[in-house]
């Protein structure tokens, strides 16, 4: 429970679904407004607690201190990795947790 930010959304993946039922507050950013619509979209239902911001994962402005819980799947290649994982753990609550998802082709 409690606020959930999803670097990179994209358009409202599957896990997307879970941590927004597991949520009191979902944010999603991406820096394609083509797949924020697609994922607001899938959303409409929930829009009292959904919210889509076009922003890049390089320039998050959101609050300290203001997330429980992060999450970056498959975003941290097309980004400046140091500075979206410093970020992220400036806007963590205390005990929040940070969740990078890299996926590795052999």
Do not use: W
Not at 22 to 31: F, H
Not at 46 to 56: D, G, T
């Amino acid at each position: 429970k409690g606020r959930v930010l999803d670097v990179g959304c994209a358009d409202f993946r599957e896990y997307s679904q879970y941590l927004m039922n597991r949520s009191e507050e979902y944010t999603g950013i991406d820096i394609s407004m083509d797949l924020l619509n697609e994922a607001k979209l899938k959303t409409v239902e929930h829009s009292e607690k959904v919210k889509f911001i076009k922003m890049s994962a390089n320039e998050m402005s959101f609050p300290d201190v203001h997330f429980d819980f992060i999450v970056a799947s498959n975003t941290l290649a097309y980004t400046n990795k140091q500075k979206v994982i410093t970020d992220s753990l400036r806007m963590l609550k205390r005990n929040g947790i940070l969740l990078c998802i890299v996926n590795n082709t052999i």
